[in-house]
């Protein structure tokens, strides 16, 4: 089996992220598989998210890779990491990540199912994380990514995933028409919706996404760091409003 891991840098690149990178070498050399690592852009010269991620699967497809890793310049990682989203052997299926800025919320969505919501509208499914959370015991590390053990319901089902540290089988980009990654918002701003776009125009060829609440996933952008310690913080405080709601419901 042939895995392309591929690298967009559109920021400067932490050489904190190349631990992942090398764990998840190590997974695949353990396994016996091939890999071949695709970086577009570099430290001194960024490239667009959307540029690049489109030209590293231009050559993943030329490569004839069986998978297609996304691993952003960014993205942290832990040893057995890509392997457990190979065993889940899905045509999508992303690491639990989080938005890279306050206020810290999965970096995922649904389709809104209010008719009169736009079409983009993907609420994230903040109460479906929480109880896994509050359901995978003692969290409170400060490490910038963690495998769980594996126990039912890890699987969440999504419409959209922000492809930050994201598993894609061949035959969903085969499927799609190219350009795969779209700008969809102004060109002021930060996020691209790219991301979407690509997931949106795969659930609509019948491609499920889904995300693996066991591997989690952190971002490292400067000094500043987002991780399980975050993860488990925002979890806390979503709880604990809930809490106060119910306390005020019942006064």
């Known amino acids: ?17 190349i631990l992942a990178q090398m764990y998840a070498m190590r997974d695949m050399l353990g396994l016996g598989h091939s890999v071949q690592f695709m970086v577009e ?4 010269r960024p490239l667009p998210i959307v540029q690049a991620r489109n030209e590293i699967a231009l050559r993943a497809m030329g490569a004839g890779a069986d ?3 996304w691993l952003d310049s960014d993205a942290t990682g832990t040893p ?26 999965p970096a995922c969505g649904r389709k809104n199912t209010d008719p009169d919501a736009p079409d983009s509208s993907h609420p994230s499914p903040v109460d479906d994380v929480a109880e896994w959370v509050k359901g995978s015991g003692n969290l409170q590390n400060t ?8 126990r039912e319901g890890a699987l969440l089902p999504v419409d959209v995933v922000g492809t930050h540290y994201t598993l894609i089988k061949r035959a969903v980009v085969e499927r799609l028409p190219q350009p795969w990654y779209k700008r969809t918002t102004p060109p002021d701003w930060g996020s691209t919706g790219s991301d979407w776009y690509f997931c949106m125009q795969a659930t609509a060829a019948g491609f499920p996404v889904f995300v693996d609440m066991t591997a989690i996933s952190g971002h490292l952008e ?5 991780a399980v310690h975050d993860f488990v913080a925002w979890t806390m405080a ?7 709601r119910e306390q005020q419901g019942e006064k």
């Open 80 to 105: 057995g990491m890509l392997a457990r989203l190979l065993e889940r052997d899905l045509p999508i299926v992303s690491a639990l990540c989080f938005k890279r800025k306050y206020p810290v919320s």
């Open 67 to 69: 998978f297609l890793l």
């Open 222 to 226: 400067g000094s500043h760091e987002i």
């Open 143 to 150: 490490t910038s990514a963690i495998l769980l053990p594996d």
């Open 41 to 44: 852009g570099n430290h001194e």
């Open 1 to 17: 089996m042939k895995i392309a891991i591929g690298i967009p840098i559109s920021r400067l690149f932490d050489w904190r992220a």
């Open 238 to 244: 979503t709880k604990l409003s809930e809490y106060k």
